[in-house]
């Protein structure tokens, strides 16, 4: 491997672990909410369920960011704005309509 290859390597190492790192400070947060919540209506939640909950949290989330990222290319900008968070929330009815009542 040349001098030039061990950095791209570093880099996407470094890139790889990062995102593994905010992965599960995400499932953990998601987690925490959903035990907190279930602990409000007086309920609990098992272990797996609270993961599968985590883990749909994930997906969704990718998918937003990839269908925010999409509306602003197509508007032919570098950087995302409200706007195409707003766009993103068409398949969502009453998220759709919140997010225009915080944001007009």
């Known amino acids: 491997m040349e001098v030039g290859e061990d950095a ?17 400070r995400f499932r953990l947060s998601v987690i925490a909410i959903s035990e ?3 602990e409000k209506l007086g309920m609990e939640i098992s272990k797996p369920v609270a993961m599968c909950i985590a883990d749909l949290a994930f997906k969704f989330t990718e998918l937003l960011a990839k269908d925010v990222e999409l509306f602003a290319q197509h ?27 915080f944001f007009p």
């Open 36 to 38: 907190a919540e279930a």
């Open 8 to 24: 791209i390597a570093s880099v996407k190492t470094d890139n790889s672990e990062r995102a593994d790192l905010l992965m599960d």
């Open 75 to 101: 508007a032919g900008r570098k950087s995302v704005n409200m706007e195409d968070v707003i766009l993103s929330a068409h398949r969502n009815e009453h998220l759709h309509g919140l997010l225009k009542s």
